[in-house]
């Protein structure tokens, strides 16, 4: 009776140990389209994994030039009013090669300058370059 669990019961109709236990819980399933449910090809092997994330690397590239020429024709349109046209001038041009990055580049190395379609893509970068560089070509 010591070695009994406290949950066995009065003693009467006690079901051995075996029987009594619940069966296992399936474990849930992952969702459909999961990339765990998808197994993984034995052809796919560690250099095709880092020519992919190679690929992930080069992606940022043209992403970080665009970001570089807007970020310095910021800067230097803040300098002051002698720099604001060159400034904006450089922040148009960035625009426009983002556009042309976007136009040129397979998805999967503008994935990052990609927010929609292309087309819209393209066409929104190329007004706004090209409206920033109408405002600095006006610039005295």
Known sequence: MANRPANAGSGRGLVPMGDATPPRARAPRPAAGHRATRPRTPNQSRDQDRADASVGVLAWVPYLIVLAGAVGG?????????????????????????????????PRYAAVLSSRRKAFDVLTFAVFGAAVLGVAVSLP
Do not use: Q
Request: hydrophobic share 60%; net charge positive; proline share 3%.
């Open 74 to 106: 910021m800067l230097l349109a803040w300098h002051g009013s002698r720099y604001t046209g060159r400034g904006a001038g450089l922040l148009g041009a960035s625009m426009l090669a983002a556009a042309l990055a976007r136009l040129v580049l397979p």
